[in-house]
């Protein structure tokens, strides 16, 4: 059964670091991509970055200079890191895999919710 | 970037009715690969988005034979037909032909 499921700290301090775990299970690391998409509550999708199966990424230029996504394929986790968070970071942060046989996000975790507060 | 304008914002259905979202992209989706890459997915409340149609007009797995998607080039449309229920939520079409994958704003789709 495939599952995806974010963790990490709910609240995060302004000018603080997010660090999110997207913990996978049913599939490998090495035979599908993992993206990021964040959504501000109430508002749509904005897709941050990827990690491709050979261990490489790719970011939305709008957030590439805070952003770093990585993975440990021996743990079945890949983590999310963004720096010099503010308000307007404040979103459900998503992990999806993408198929490389259909190269479309085909499953989803549940979400991680972030606030940005001192 | 590539701009994806999704219209309507809002669209009230009576159930058992037909739904249409457009989704129109600010450049040619079609790959160089020659490959489309424009999907559907439906985020029903409090959850998260899930698949409906891949790649223009391909049905994921389990999506019933009444979500049906078809366009080319830059103009896309989702259509719904006997809407139930649990059809009711946000749809989202996403492009990821260029860098960076773009959603478009979505449209609400809620009982007349």
């Known amino acids: 059964q495939v599952q995806l499921k974010e963790s990490g700290p709910g609240l995060v301090q302004p000018s603080q670091t997010l660090s999110l775990t997207c913990t996978v299970s049913?599939?490998?690391?090495?035979?599908?991509?993992v993206h990021w998409v964040r959504q501000p509550t109430g508002k749509g999708l904005e897709w941050m970055g990827v990690?491709?199966?050979?261990?490489?990424?790719d970011y939305n230029s709008a957030l590439k200079s805070r952003l770093s996504i990585s993975r440990d394929t021996s743990k079945s986790q890949v983590f999310l890191k963004m720096n010099s968070l503010q308000t307007e970071d404040i979103a459900t942060y998503y992990c999806?895999?993408?198929?490389?046989?259909?190269?479309?996000?085909?499953?989803w975790g549940q979400g991680a919710s972030v606030t940005v507060s001192s | 970037d590539v701009v994806m304008t999704q219209t309507p914002v809002s669209l009230p259905v009576s159930l058992g009715g037909q739904a249409s979202i457009s989704c129109r992209s600010s450049?040619?989706?079609?790959?160089?690969?020659?490959?489309?890459?424009l999907h559907w997915y439906l985020q029903k409340p409090g959850q998260s988005p899930q698949l409906l149609i891949y790649?223009?007009?391909n049905r994921f797995s389990g999506v019933p034979d009444r979500f049906s998607g078809s366009g080319s080039g830059t103009d896309f449309t989702l259509k719904i037909s006997r809407v139930e229920p649990e059809d009711l939520g946000d749809y989202y079409c996403?492009?990821?032909?260029?860098?960076?994958?773009?959603f478009g704003a979505g449209t609400k789709l809620e009982l007349k």
């Open positions: 049913g599939f490998s690391l090495t035979s599908y991509n």
């Open positions: 990690i491709w199966t050979g261990g490489s990424t």
């Open positions: 450049q040619s989706l079609v790959h160089s690969n020659g490959n489309t890459y």
């Open positions: 999806a895999r993408e198929s490389r046989r259909l190269w479309v996000m085909d499953a």
């Open positions: 996403l492009q990821s032909t260029h860098f960076p994958y773009t």
């Open positions: 790649r223009v007009s």
